[in-house]
């Protein structure tokens, strides 16, 4: 199946960013429909878009960027116990200010995803490797 990755958090990385759009969304959904052209003009018939969505507005414009008109969400989700282990070892090594920022920031985007309730599918990684979570991605996906 020819496909294609992107990390949208590299897409969005540009300093400084709007007061109103702090996390430079908007910059990220314009560099995404760029890029979602160029896959298709090259073969690429799926595309994996990694990022954290929080809101049903931000699902419509990730949708619109793509330009496809099928869409599926997958939210990985895990208990704040995982997902703080989780960070720490992601994070270990750098600067002591970042972890609490990213842990504050979980709790935070954990309501949000849990108010939106766009998920499409759901997989609980809490018991699971990341090769175990890539395999029942692709697995839901139906690649």
């Known amino acids: 199946m020819p496909h294609a990755l992107v990390d949208l958090n590299y897409l969005r990385l540009a300093w400084p960013s709007p007061a109103d759009d702090p996390f430079n969304l908007q910059l990220a959904l314009r560099n995404l429909s760029a890029?979602?052209?160029?896959?298709?003009?090259?073969?690429?018939?799926r595309l994996a878009v990694a990022y954290l969505?929080?809101?049903r507005r931000?699902?419509?414009g990730f949708a619109r960027a793509i330009g496809g008109d099928r869409m599926l969400v997958c939210r990985l989700r895990a208990r704040p116990a995982t997902v703080e282990a989780r960070l720490r070892h992601r994070h270990r090594g750098e600067a002591p200010r970042e972890?609490?920022?990213f842990l504050e920031r979980f709790e935070v985007l954990q309501d949000?995803?849990?108010?939106?309730a766009i998920d499409g599918v759901v997989i609980d990684v809490d018991r699971l490797t990341p090769a175990e979570v890539a395999r029942?991605?692709?697995?839901?996906?139906?690649?």
Do not use: I
Request: charged share 25%; no cysteine.
């Open 58 to 60: 931000d699902a419509e």
């Open 99 to 101: 972890l609490p920022w």
């Open 136 to 143: 029942q991605v692709l697995e839901v996906v139906g690649w």
């Open 53 to 55: 969505r929080s809101s």
């Open 35 to 45: 890029v979602a052209g160029s896959y298709r003009a090259a073969g690429v018939e």
């Open 112 to 116: 949000e995803l849990e108010a939106a």
